[in-house]
């Protein structure tokens, strides 16, 4: 009697066996070899995705004291033009009647705002490398 559940047992075992030993010498069936076809194909995706949020991390970005001081030479310039604008249009209000007046206002103030839109950040870095060389000169001469 006990030799025949032993026999029973190894019995049930021999396909779980071959299984795993045709898993181990590649002979894998077709569900399996969809299964590590399309693992593949998700392992690659994902290390592209992650090269690309490398990259995308490593690209150089503003720094936030640059982006400060180029809002603030921005409103310094919208500030002189508007202060300087009273100055330039006085003279040539002399002597108009209201709608004259309205039309030279109305063509001043979109020359200005002309000018503001065109702002390029570029002459921050510009007027900050002047401002710089300014600074050494004086340095230099005390």
């Not at 590649?26 to 399309?38: R, S």
Request: glycine share 4%.
């Amino acid at each position: 009697m006990l030799g025949e559940p032993l026999l029973v047992r190894k019995a049930s075992y021999k396909p779980r066996c071959g299984a795993y030993a045709a898993y181990k010498c590649g002979q894998q069936t077709a569900a399996d070899t969809d299964y590590h076809a399309e693992r593949t194909k998700k392992e690659k995706a994902n290390r592209k995705l992650r090269e690309i949020l490398v990259e995308t991390d490593q690209e150089p970005t503003d720094r936030c004291d640059d982006v400060r001081a180029i809002v603030e030479h921005s409103n310094a310039q919208i500030r002189l033009q508007l202060l300087a604008f009273g100055n330039l249009l006085a003279p040539k209000l002399v002597g108009k009647n209201p709608a004259e007046a309205k039309t030279v206002i109305d063509a001043e103030v979109r020359k200005v705002l002309t000018e503001l839109s065109e702002y390029d950040p570029q002459d921050y870095y510009r007027w900050a490398a002047r401002r710089e060389k300014s600074l050494q000169r004086i340095s230099l001469n005390l």
